[in-house]
C-alpha cells in the first residue's frame, strides 16, 4: 500500500502553504513529518487525508488517483494532539463508534474493541466516561478509535505532545510495535528530532511549507542534503559556523584551523558553512583530533548526567556544547571548546552539502 | 485551518436564500413600493416621488416619536448593561447555585411579550396592582394611565425586567470563560478589584457585551407589544413610540404611503445606528 | 528574599478527609534557601501544583505551617506574600501594552512613575522586550507572553520567590530551549529563589540546583541532579529520572547479596535480613558489554543519533543499554557487565542499607 503526492501544493489567497511536493510515502513503516509548528506538517498532512484539496498536483493511492475523492470515502483515521473524545459516550462506544458507522454486526463490534482495548491496555476501563481518565489513557482511547477500523491511512499529528514525558517515553515505545504487522500507511508529524530517530522509517525535515529532504530517518540525521534539513533534525540547534579553505588548511578562526582531510581535497578554495552537532563539541580534550575553540559561556544546563553549556564564539554565533557528565562553568567566564572536526557537515553557498565526515 | 473552496456550497445555501427573499426582501420592495405612490383605496396607485419621504422627515409627529423612541432605547441601555455586567459579577461561578440563579435568570426571558405587557399593566394599577396600591399607599401619587412621568417609569422598568437577563447571561457567559490563573496572576500583581475588573474582566467580555448592546438596542428599537399593552402609547402621546406610532398611521388611519416611507425611514435608522455600535467596539480590537 | 520553610504540612480538598486518599499532600517538611534555584518534579496529580500554590498563598493547607524566614505566612493572602508567579499559560493583560504590563504590579503597590519606568526598562532589557514595550501586549507570540509574566516577576524588588507553574509547556519545542537557558541565566543573575514545577525531567535537572520529586502526595527525594541520577533514594526516582529510566528487577537475597536466577550479582550496597520485596535497580548508562559477564540475547537496536538503546534480555529479563552512537554493539554472544559502583538493591522500593559492602 502506497500513498504518492504528485507535485502537490497549496496555496490559500495568494499565500503558499505548501510548495510543490512529491512523495511516496509507504506502508510497513513510519513516516514522519518532522518540523517546527507552522512549517507545514498539518496543512501537508490535511492534503494527504483529503480533509483539504491541492492547489495543484494529485494524490494517488494504490495506485488509483484520489484528489477529488472526499475523506469520507477514503478509510483515514487521525489523531490529534487534543484528546478528542465523544465526552458523553463511555469508552466501548467511543472506540465502537467508528465501526457502528461501518454497521459491523455487533459481536464482531464487541470482539474487535475488545481486541484493541487489549493491545492499548485500557481494557479495565471500558465502562468509564473519558473525564474520568487521565490524559495519557484519554490519548490511548483516541488512539484506538483511530486503530479499530482497518484504516488504509492513518495520520498522528503530534500526538504526544499534551503527555507528561513519561508517558510520551511508554508510548513512542508502543506505537511502532502496534504497526509492525499492520497493512496502512503510517504517517506521523512531530516537532522533535529525538522522536523522529526513535521511529525510524522514513522521514521528511519540513521547513515553511517545503519539504527539505525526505528519505530514512537515520540518513537525514548522518547525512543531511543541505543545511536546513540538518538545522530541522538537531536538538538542541546545530552548531554553525563560516570556514575558509585555502589549499590544505581549513580556517575556523585565527585560532582555529585544521588540516584538509583526503576526502576533501576536491573542494575549492573558499567560504563554506560548517554545522557541528552539540555532542560533537566537548568542554574538554578528549583522545581524538579535536580542534581548540575560544567561547565566552553564558550559562551552563547540568542535568545530572549530562551538561549543556551555551557559549558564543567567533564573535557572536550562539553554540551550544552537550556532553558526559556535569562540567560546571560560570556566566561569563572564557573557555577552550573543543570541536570533533572530523564530525562535522561542510555546506557550500548555497546550502548543499559538501560532504559529511566520519 | 485552511478554508475549502468549492463552488457547490452556494447550492446548499441557495434554499435559505430563497427563504429569506421570501421573508425580507419581497415585504421590503412592497413597502418601498408603497412608499412612493399614493393610493386611494380601490387598488389605484399614484406615483408619489419622494413626497412621503419629505412629509415624513417635516412632520413635528416623526420627530416626536423618534425622539422618545431614542430617549427609551438608551435609557434602558443604560441601565441594563451595567445593571446586568454588575449581576453577572456577582453571581456564583461554582457549585449548585449556578444553575438556581441561570434558572431564575432566563424566567423573565420566557414569558411571552403581550403577557409581560399584561402582568406590569395589572401589577402597576393604582386601585388594585401590587406596585401601584402599594406606592399609594406609601403616600406617593402614582398612577401611571394619567401622568407621563409615572407612565415613563413604569415601562422603563418593565423592559429592564424583562431583559436584563439577557445581558446578565451573555456576561456570565464571558466571565466564566476567564481561566482562573488571571484572577490568581491579577492576586499576586495586587490588583485591585476594580483594576481586576477593568483590565481583566471587561477585556474578557468585549465580545459578548458587543453582541449585548446590539441586540437590546435593535430590540427595544423596535419594541412594539409591550409598550402597547401596558400604555397603549399614553397617557395622551407621551409613551408613543415609533413603532406604535407607525402601526397608528399604517392601520388606524390607514395612510399606508407615509407609513410605507416611515418605516423605511424607521429601518435604515435602525441600520445606521448598528453599524455606528459595532464599528466604533470593533475598532480597538485590531489595533 | 527569604528562605521558604514548610512543616508538618498536609492538604486536602476534601472538608473530611477520611482515607489516605483523600489528602493531595500527605506529610512534608522542606526547606529552601534563600536564592536558590529549586524544581519539583512528579508526574501529573502527584501534589506539585497544591503545593505551590500552597507557597504562593492562592491556597490555604489543612494542616501544617509556611514560613518565610520566621515568620508564619500560612494564613496570608497572595499580595501580602510578595511572591511571583508564571502560570502554564501565558497570563497577559491583553489591553495594555508590554509596558504597562510589566509596570502593573508596581503601580498597584503605588511606586513612583520614575521608579517604575527605571524598573520596567531595566527587566524589558533582562528578557528582551525592550524592542517590544510600546506594543500590544495581546499581540506578543507565546514566548514573548511568558517573558511578560516572567518580567512582571522580577519588576518587583519585593519578591520573595518566583514560582512557575510548567511555564513551557505551550512553546514551540525549538524556543523552549532558548528561554529554558533564559531562566537559568535570570536566575543567575537576579539571585531570587525560583521554584519551578513541571513533569519533565530535562526542564527540572536543568534548571535547578536542588530538584524535589514528588509521587502520589509525597516527597520522594530531595537532591541535586547528580544525587538524583547517581543515587535514587527510590525506584520509582530511578525509572522518573533518566531516559530512558533505570532498569528495575526482583532479585533474591541472601545474607545480604543479590542473586538473579542463582547468579550473584555486585552491588554497591547490602540489604538486611528477612526483606520481602527485592529488586535491583541499574541505569542503562551502567550496563556494557564485555567478554565476561552474564550472557545476553539483543532483542532490539534502537537509533536515537547520540546514542542507541539497546534491549537486552538477561536473566529473563527486559534490559535496557545506552550505548554511544559509533561504539560497536555485538551481534551475539552477547556478555553484559553491571558497574559494581552503581547497581544497588532496593527493598520495597527504597534504596537498602548502607553503601560500600560489596
Same mark, same amino acid.
Given at each position: 500500500?502506497?500513498?504518492?503526492?504528485?507535485?502537490?501544493?497549496?496555496?490559500?489567497?495568494?499565500?503558499?502553504?505548501?510548495?510543490?511536493?512529491?512523495?511516496?510515502?509507504?506502508? /510497513?513503516?513510519?513516516?514522519?513529518?518532522?518540523?517546527?509548528?507552522?512549517?507545514?506538517?498539518?496543512?501537508?498532512?490535511?492534503?494527504?487525508?483529503?480533509?483539504?484539496?491541492?492547489?495543484?498536483?494529485?494524490?494517488?493511492?494504490?495506485?488509483?488517483?484520489?484528489?477529488?475523492?472526499?475523506?469520507?470515502?477514503?478509510?483515514?483515521?487521525?489523531?490529534?494532539?487534543?484528546?478528542?473524545?465523544?465526552?458523553?459516550?463511555?469508552?466501548?462506544?467511543?472506540?465502537?463508534?467508528?465501526?457502528?458507522?461501518?454497521?459491523?454486526?455487533?459481536?464482531?463490534?464487541?470482539?474487535?474493541?475488545?481486541?484493541?482495548?487489549?493491545?492499548?491496555?485500557?481494557?479495565?476501563?471500558?465502562?468509564?466516561?473519558?473525564?474520568?481518565?487521565?490524559?495519557?489513557?484519554?490519548?490511548?482511547?483516541?488512539?484506538?478509535?483511530?486503530?479499530?477500523?482497518?484504516?488504509?491511512?492513518?495520520?498522528?499529528?503530534?500526538?504526544?505532545?499534551?503527555?507528561?514525558?513519561?508517558?510520551?517515553?511508554?508510548?513512542?515505545?508502543?506505537?511502532?510495535?502496534?504497526?509492525?504487522?499492520?497493512?496502512?500507511?503510517?504517517?506521523?508529524?512531530?516537532?522533535?528530532?529525538?522522536?523522529?530517530?526513535?521511529?525510524?522509517?522514513?522521514?521528511?525535515?519540513?521547513?515553511?511549507?517545503?519539504?527539505?529532504?525526505?528519505?530514512?530517518?537515520?540518513?537525514?540525521?548522518?547525512?543531511?542534503?543541505?543545511?536546513?534539513?540538518?538545522?530541522?533534525?538537531?536538538?538542541?540547534?546545530?552548531?554553525?559556523?563560516?570556514?575558509?579553505?585555502?589549499?590544505?588548511?581549513?580556517?575556523?578562526?585565527?585560532?582555529?584551523?585544521?588540516?584538509?582531510?583526503?576526502?576533501?581535497?576536491?573542494?575549492?578554495?573558499?567560504?563554506?558553512?560548517?554545522?557541528?552537532?552539540?555532542?560533537?563539541?566537548?568542554?574538554?580534550?578528549?583522545?581524538?583530533?579535536?580542534?581548540?575553540?575560544?567561547?565566552?559561556?553564558?550559562?551552563?544546563?547540568?542535568?545530572?548526567?549530562?551538561?549543556?553549556?551555551?557559549?558564543?564564539?567567533?564573535?557572536?554565533?550562539?553554540?551550544?556544547?552537550?556532553?558526559?557528565?556535569?562540567?560546571?562553568?560560570? &556566566?561569563?567566564?572564557?573557555?577552550?571548546?573543543?570541536?570533533?572536526?572530523?564530525?562535522?557537515?561542510?555546506?557550500?553557498?548555497?546550502?548543499?552539502?559538501?560532504?559529511?565526515?566520519? | 485551518?485552511?478554508?475549502?473552496?468549492?463552488?457547490?456550497?452556494?447550492?446548499?445555501?441557495?434554499?435559505?436564500?430563497?427563504?429569506?427573499?421570501?421573508?425580507?426582501?419581497?415585504?421590503?420592495?412592497?413597502?418601498?413600493?408603497?412608499?412612493?405612490?399614493?393610493?386611494?383605496?380601490?387598488?389605484?396607485?399614484?406615483?408619489?416621488?419622494?413626497?412621503?419621504?419629505?412629509?415624513?422627515?417635516?412632520?413635528?409627529?416623526?420627530?416626536?416619536?423618534?425622539?422618545?423612541?431614542?430617549?427609551?432605547?438608551?435609557?434602558?441601555?443604560?441601565?441594563?448593561?451595567?445593571?446586568?455586567?454588575?449581576?453577572?459579577?456577582?453571581?456564583?461561578?461554582?457549585?449548585?447555585?449556578?444553575?438556581?440563579?441561570?434558572?431564575?435568570?432566563?424566567?423573565?426571558?420566557?414569558?411571552?411579550?403581550?403577557?409581560?405587557?399584561?402582568?406590569?399593566?395589572?401589577?402597576?394599577?393604582?386601585?388594585?396592582?401590587?406596585?401601584?396600591?402599594?406606592?399609594?399607599?406609601?403616600?406617593?401619587?402614582?398612577?401611571?394611565?394619567?401622568?407621563?412621568?409615572?407612565?415613563?417609569?413604569?415601562?422603563?422598568?418593565?423592559?429592564?425586567?424583562?431583559?436584563?437577563?439577557?445581558?446578565?447571561?451573555?456576561?456570565?457567559?464571558?466571565?466564566?470563560?476567564?481561566?482562573?490563573?488571571?484572577?490568581?496572576?491579577?492576586?499576586?500583581?495586587?490588583?485591585?478589584?476594580?483594576?481586576?475588573?477593568?483590565?481583566?474582566?471587561?477585556?474578557?467580555?468585549?465580545?459578548?457585551?458587543?453582541?449585548?448592546?446590539?441586540?437590546?438596542?435593535?430590540?427595544?428599537?423596535?419594541?412594539?407589544?409591550?409598550?402597547?399593552?401596558?400604555?397603549?402609547?399614553?397617557?395622551?402621546?407621551?409613551?408613543?413610540?415609533?413603532?406604535?406610532?407607525?402601526?397608528?398611521?399604517?392601520?388606524?388611519?390607514?395612510?399606508?404611503?407615509?407609513?410605507?416611507?416611515?418605516?423605511?425611514?424607521?429601518?435604515?435608522?435602525?441600520?445606521?445606528?448598528?453599524?455606528?455600535?459595532?464599528?466604533?467596539?470593533?475598532?480597538?480590537?485590531?489595533? | 528574599?527569604?528562605?521558604?520553610?514548610?512543616?508538618?504540612?498536609?492538604?486536602?480538598?476534601?472538608?473530611?478527609?477520611?482515607?489516605?486518599?483523600?489528602?493531595?499532600?500527605?506529610?512534608?517538611?522542606?526547606?529552601?534557601?534563600?536564592?536558590?534555584?529549586?524544581?519539583?518534579?512528579?508526574?501529573?496529580?502527584?501534589?506539585?501544583?497544591?503545593?505551590?500554590?500552597?507557597?504562593?498563598?492562592?491556597?490555604?493547607?489543612?494542616?501544617?505551617?509556611?514560613?518565610?524566614?520566621?515568620?508564619?505566612?500560612?494564613?496570608?493572602?497572595?499580595?501580602?506574600?510578595?511572591?511571583?508567579?508564571?502560570?502554564?499559560?501565558?497570563?497577559?493583560?491583553?489591553?495594555?501594552?508590554?509596558?504597562?504590563?510589566?509596570?502593573?504590579?508596581?503601580?498597584?503597590?503605588?511606586?513612583?512613575?520614575?521608579?517604575?519606568?527605571?524598573?520596567?526598562?531595566?527587566?524589558?532589557?533582562?528578557?528582551?522586550?525592550?524592542?517590544?514595550?510600546?506594543?500590544?501586549?495581546?499581540?506578543?507570540?507565546?514566548?514573548?507572553?511568558?517573558?511578560?509574566?516572567?518580567?512582571?516577576?522580577?519588576?518587583?524588588?519585593?519578591?520573595?520567590?518566583?514560582?512557575?507553574?510548567?511555564?513551557?509547556?505551550?512553546?514551540?519545542?525549538?524556543?523552549?530551549?532558548?528561554?529554558?537557558?533564559?531562566?537559568?541565566?535570570?536566575?543567575?543573575?537576579?539571585?531570587?529563589?525560583?521554584?519551578?514545577?513541571?513533569?519533565?525531567?530535562?526542564?527540572?535537572?536543568?534548571?535547578?540546583?536542588?530538584?524535589?520529586?514528588?509521587?502520589?502526595?509525597?516527597?520522594?527525594?530531595?537532591?541535586?541532579?547528580?544525587?538524583?541520577?547517581?543515587?535514587?533514594?527510590?525506584?520509582?526516582? /530511578?525509572?522518573?529520572?533518566?531516559?530512558?529510566?533505570?532498569?528495575?528487577?526482583?532479585?533474591?537475597?541472601?545474607?545480604?547479596?543479590?542473586?538473579?536466577?542463582?547468579?550473584?550479582?555486585?552491588?554497591?550496597?547490602?540489604?538486611?535480613?528477612?526483606?520481602?520485596?527485592?529488586?535491583?535497580?541499574?541505569?542503562?548508562?551502567?550496563?556494557?558489554?564485555?567478554?565476561? &559477564?552474564?550472557?545476553?540475547?539483543?532483542?532490539?537496536?534502537?537509533?536515537?543519533?547520540?546514542?542507541?538503546?539497546?534491549?537486552?534480555?538477561?536473566?529473563?529479563?527486559?534490559?535496557?543499554?545506552?550505548?554511544?552512537?559509533?561504539?560497536?554493539?555485538?551481534?551475539?554472544?552477547?556478555?553484559?557487565?553491571?558497574?559494581?559502583?552503581?547497581?544497588?538493591?532496593?527493598?520495597?522500593?527504597?534504596?537498602?542499607?548502607?553503601?560500600?559492602?560489596?
Amino acid at each position: 500500500m502506497a500513498l504518492e503526492l504528485k507535485q502537490v501544493s497549496k496555496s490559500v489567497a495568494g499565500e503558499t502553504h505548501i510548495f510543490p511536493t512529491d512523495m511516496v510515502l509507504e506502508a /510497513g513503516e513510519f513516516n514522519i513529518l518532522l518540523g517546527t509548528t507552522l512549517s507545514g506538517k498539518t496543512s501537508l498532512m490535511q492534503l494527504m487525508a483529503g480533509l483539504d484539496r491541492p492547489t495543484s498536483g494529485q494524490v494517488w493511492f494504490n495506485g488509483q488517483d484520489v484528489t477529488e475523492m472526499p475523506v469520507q470515502k477514503r478509510n483515514v483515521s487521525m489523531v490529534y494532539q487534543q484528546f478528542i473524545n465523544y465526552p458523553n459516550m463511555t469508552v466501548f462506544e467511543n472506540i465502537a463508534s467508528p465501526l457502528r458507522v461501518a454497521k459491523l454486526p455487533d459481536k464482531e463490534t464487541r470482539s474487535r474493541v475488545g481486541e484493541i482495548a487489549e493491545i492499548l491496555r485500557i481494557s479495565s476501563m471500558l465502562e468509564r466516561r473519558p473525564s474520568e481518565l487521565s490524559g495519557g489513557q484519554q490519548q490511548r482511547v483516541a488512539m484506538a478509535r483511530a486503530l479499530v477500523k482497518d484504516s488504509s491511512l492513518i495520520l498522528f499529528d503530534e500526538p504526544l505532545a499534551n503527555l507528561d514525558f513519561k508517558l510520551r517515553e511508554e508510548l513512542r515505545d508502543e506505537l511502532p510495535r502496534l504497526f509492525a504487522e499492520r497493512d496502512c500507511v503510517v504517517v506521523y508529524a512531530t516537532t522533535e528530532p529525538s522522536e523522529a530517530l526513535l521511529f525510524g522509517g522514513k522521514c521528511a525535515a519540513m521547513f515553511e511549507g517545503a519539504v527539505a529532504q525526505f528519505g530514512p530517518t537515520a540518513e537525514l540525521y548522518r547525512k543531511p542534503l543541505n543545511l536546513t534539513s540538518a538545522q530541522v533534525f538537531s536538538e538542541p540547534p546545530l552548531n554553525v559556523a563560516k570556514v575558509v579553505k585555502s589549499g590544505d588548511i581549513f580556517r575556523l578562526s585565527d585560532t582555529a584551523s585544521w588540516p584538509v582531510d583526503a576526502s576533501y581535497q576536491t573542494m575549492a578554495d573558499g567560504e563554506y558553512t560548517i554545522g557541528v552537532r552539540p555532542h560533537h563539541v566537548y568542554p574538554m580534550q578528549k583522545e581524538k583530533q579535536l580542534v581548540p575553540i575560544d567561547g565566552k559561556v553564558q550559562v551552563a544546563e547540568l542535568s545530572g548526567s549530562e551538561s549543556m553549556i551555551h557559549f558564543t564564539a567567533f564573535e557572536d554565533d550562539s553554540w551550544v556544547s552537550l556532553s558526559h557528565g556535569v562540567h560546571a562553568f560560570d &556566566g561569563g567566564e572564557v573557555t577552550t571548546f573543543y570541536v570533533d572536526v572530523a564530525n562535522c557537515f561542510y555546506f557550500g553557498a548555497d546550502g548543499r552539502l559538501i560532504s559529511a565526515g566520519m | 485551518m485552511n478554508k475549502t473552496v468549492n463552488q457547490k456550497a452556494w447550492f446548499l445555501v441557495l434554499p435559505v436564500l430563497l427563504l429569506v427573499a421570501f421573508n425580507a426582501l419581497i415585504p421590503l420592495m412592497t413597502v418601498v413600493n408603497y412608499s412612493v405612490q399614493e393610493t386611494f383605496g380601490d387598488n389605484n396607485f399614484f406615483w408619489a416621488g419622494v413626497l412621503w419621504f419629505e412629509e415624513v422627515l417635516r412632520s413635528e409627529r416623526f420627530h416626536s416619536s423618534l425622539g422618545r423612541q431614542l430617549f427609551f432605547t438608551f435609557s434602558i441601555l443604560l441601565i441594563e448593561i451595567p445593571l446586568g455586567v454588575a449581576i453577572a459579577l456577582a453571581m456564583p461561578r461554582k457549585g449548585v447555585w449556578v444553575s438556581v440563579c441561570l434558572v431564575l435568570m432566563a424566567m423573565p426571558l420566557l414569558i411571552p411579550w403581550n403577557v409581560v405587557g399584561a402582568m406590569w399593566n395589572i401589577f402597576a394599577l393604582p386601585e388594585i396592582g401590587l406596585l401601584g396600591n402599594t406606592l399609594n399607599a406609601l403616600g406617593i401619587d402614582y398612577n401611571f394611565t394619567r401622568q407621563p412621568v409615572a407612565a415613563w417609569v413604569t415601562l422603563i422598568a418593565m423592559d429592564v425586567w424583562h431583559w436584563t437577563s439577557l445581558v446578565v447571561l451573555l456576561a456570565y457567559a464571558g466571565l466564566v470563560s476567564i481561566p482562573d490563573a488571571y484572577y490568581q496572576a491579577a492576586k499576586i500583581d495586587g490588583a485591585s478589584s476594580w483594576a481586576i475588573f477593568r483590565f481583566i474582566q471587561l477585556p474578557k467580555m468585549k465580545r459578548v457585551l458587543t453582541i449585548a448592546i446590539l441586540l437590546r438596542f435593535m430590540d427595544s428599537f423596535n419594541i412594539y407589544t409591550e409598550p402597547f399593552v401596558l400604555t397603549g402609547g399614553g397617557p395622551g402621546n407621551s409613551t408613543t413610540l415609533l413603532s406604535i406610532d407607525l402601526v397608528k398611521i399604517a392601520l388606524g388611519q390607514f395612510d399606508l404611503g407615509p407609513a410605507a416611507a416611515m418605516s423605511l425611514i424607521y429601518f435604515l435608522i435602525i441600520l445606521l445606528l448598528s453599524w455606528i455600535f459595532y464599528t466604533l467596539m470593533m475598532r480597538n480590537e485590531d489595533q | 528574599m527569604a528562605k521558604i520553610t514548610l512543616s508538618n504540612m498536609r492538604h486536602s480538598y476534601l472538608a473530611q478527609p477520611s482515607s489516605d486518599d483523600d489528602w493531595a499532600l500527605k506529610q512534608l517538611d522542606l526547606e529552601w534557601e534563600d536564592g536558590g534555584a529549586y524544581a519539583l518534579l512528579g508526574p501529573s496529580g502527584c501534589g506539585k501544583t497544591t503545593l505551590l500554590n500552597i507557597i504562593s498563598g492562592l491556597l490555604v493547607p489543612s494542616h501544617g505551617k509556611i514560613l518565610f524566614d520566621e515568620t508564619d505566612v500560612s494564613h496570608l493572602p497572595p499580595n501580602k506574600r510578595h511572591i511571583a508567579q508564571v502560570f502554564q499559560f501565558p497570563v497577559i493583560y491583553d489591553t495594555m501594552t508590554v509596558y504597562d504590563n510589566l509596570a502593573f504590579p508596581l503601580r498597584n503597590r503605588g511606586v513612583d512613575e520614575k521608579t517604575v519606568d527605571a524598573r520596567v526598562r531595566e527587566v524589558a532589557e533582562m528578557t528582551d522586550l525592550t524592542q517590544m514595550l510600546k506594543r500590544r501586549a495581546s499581540k506578543l507570540t507565546a514566548d514573548g507572553k511568558q517573558k511578560i509574566s516572567l518580567g512582571r516577576g522580577m519588576v518587583r524588588t519585593d519578591v520573595n520567590a518566583i514560582l512557575f507553574d510548567e511555564p513551557l509547556t505551550v512553546i514551540d519545542p525549538h524556543l523552549k530551549f532558548q528561554l529554558r537557558s533564559k531562566l537559568k541565566e535570570l536566575h543567575h543573575r537576579v539571585k531570587r529563589t525560583m521554584i519551578y514545577v513541571t513533569h519533565d525531567q530535562t526542564e527540572a535537572l536543568t534548571f535547578a540546583d536542588k530538584v524535589v520529586v514528588m509521587n502520589m502526595g509525597k516527597v520522594v527525594q530531595t537532591g541535586t541532579p547528580v544525587d538524583l541520577f547517581e543515587k535514587p533514594q527510590h525506584t520509582f526516582v /530511578g525509572h522518573f529520572i533518566g531516559s530512558p529510566g533505570m532498569n528495575i528487577f526482583p532479585c533474591d537475597v541472601h545474607s545480604g547479596q543479590a542473586y538473579v536466577g542463582g547468579e550473584k550479582i555486585a552491588t554497591a550496597n547490602i540489604a538486611g535480613e528477612n526483606v520481602s520485596r527485592a529488586e535491583i535497580g541499574i541505569r542503562p548508562e551502567f550496563i556494557s558489554f564485555s567478554d565476561d &559477564g552474564l550472557p545476553a540475547r539483543i532483542m532490539r537496536v534502537s537509533d536515537t543519533g547520540r546514542f542507541n538503546i539497546v534491549e537486552a534480555e538477561c536473566m529473563g529479563q527486559s534490559l535496557k543499554l545506552l550505548i554511544d552512537e559509533g561504539a560497536e554493539i555485538p551481534a551475539d554472544n552477547v556478555k553484559l557487565n553491571f558497574d559494581p559502583a552503581n547497581t544497588r538493591i532496593y527493598v520495597d522500593g527504597w534504596l537498602s542499607g548502607s553503601e560500600g559492602a560489596q
